[in-house]
């Protein structure tokens, strides 16, 4: 009788629990804004993440992505993520800078070496400073997820040194750092959203732009644009937001299934992201594009000259941002 009781008793408690945890989720659909297509890397990184908040939550919590900037581009979308007409957006950094200024410290030229300490600095205590401004602008960063090294495609000729920029009509991000760096280099910089780059680009509005290799095949810029430089000149970290106006209404339970599913999300997102950015370079060659490196005298010529823009800028990122940030790479890179 009295093992009877005993598995009564665990049935009812187990029963009980799984109430509680229900209990935790309302159901929940977050629709997530997204300016690239579906088969880019982040739609990996938000499948793994979907699938991992319906698990936690008995299928009450649902991620549900939209591509293509059709719920806006960057900037747009995470306005409305702040005013909660949307839930979530991934978005760049760059835009943003308008709304958090710190975030143009990431924009600065050759801040970054590679994608390990760009990890280890964004998932570390700098990047939750700048998660912790965040809310206060209307905003959660569930997570820190990649975007990628930076590179220059245009229609004109191989940049092979500096003077190769002169002239060149250059897509930027709506980002006066970005805008500057490529003026520096000689370029037309002209700010622009995503959404609108493809068919400048086909209208020969502006000659190039630059993103990483995965946006660069995922976008299809191949077919209107022959010529891509590896420049590597500045690393995009991508930000998971979620409406504060959101946030307020969920359980503790929620909000950290949120955090940590998107920490889930991350680690397959970059994983891919660096997967297929290895092969979109061979892709891109298959495609047609006439891809090159730099020599590195002409890359020392061209960081010397882009050197100036963190003196243009550093007012407006804020000394405090940028000494965290310039202090953990110090010590990340042990010098
Ligand atoms: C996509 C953008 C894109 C960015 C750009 O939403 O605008 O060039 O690199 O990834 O955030």
């Not at 090294?149 to 500096?162: A, D, G, L």
């Not at 998971?240 to 909000?255: G, I, Y």
């Not at 243009?312 to 310039?326: D, N, R, W, Y």
Request: aromatic fraction near 8%; include cysteine; charged fraction near 20%.
């Amino acid at each position: 009788m009295h093992s009877f009781r005993l598995l009564a008793a665990a049935a009812a408690f187990a029963l009980l629990g799984a109430g509680t945890v229900q209990a935790q989720f309302l159901e929940r659909n977050l629709r997530v804004s997204n300016g690239v297509s579906k088969e880019h890397p982040m739609g990996n990184g938000l499948a793994k993440m979907g699938e991992c908040t319906l698990a936690k939550s008995g299928g009450k919590l649902k991620i549900t992505p939209y591509w293509d900037g059709s719920l806006g581009n960057d900037l747009t979308a995470t306005q409305s993520v702040r005013t909660g007409q949307i839930e979530m957006v991934l978005t760049s950094t760059a835009p943003l800078v308008g709304i958090l200024p710190e975030l143009g410290v990431f924009d600065l030229p050759f801040l970054f070496n590679n994608e390990k300490e760009a990890d280890q600095l964004l998932d570390g205590k700098v990047g939750d400073w700048f998660a912790a401004k965040l809310p206060a602008v209307g905003v959660v960063n569930l997570a820190w997820w990649e975007n990628g090294f930076r590179h220059t495609t245009n229609s004109k000729r191989p940049i092979t040194r500096v003077e190769d920029f002169e002239g060149v009509k250059m897509r930027v991000m709506q980002n006066n750092i970005f805008i500057d760096t490529f003026k520096t280099l000689g370029s037309n910089a002209v700010p622009m959203a995503f959404s609108e780059v493809y068919s400048a680009l086909e209208t020969k509005t502006v000659d190039g732009q630059e993103n990483p290799y995965t946006n660069i095949e995922n976008m299809k810029f191949y077919e209107v644009q022959k010529y891509l430089t590896l420049t590597k000149h500045a690393y995009s970290p991508t930000l998971v937001l979620l409406s504060r106006k959101a946030w307020d209404t969920m359980s503790t339970q929620e909000q950290a299934t949120l955090k940590e599913c998107a920490a889930v999300g991350r680690e397959e997102q970059r994983k891919v992201n660096r997967a297929k950015g290895e092969q979109s370079v061979a892709n891109l060659r298959s495609k047609g594009m006439q891809v090159n490196e730099i020599s590195p005298p002409e890359m020392s010529r061209i960081r010397a000259k882009t050197a100036v823009i963190q003196e243009h800028h550093g007012k407006t990122i804020g000394a405090e941002a940028i000494s965290l940030v310039f202090g953990e790479l110090k010590r990340i890179r042990g010098n």
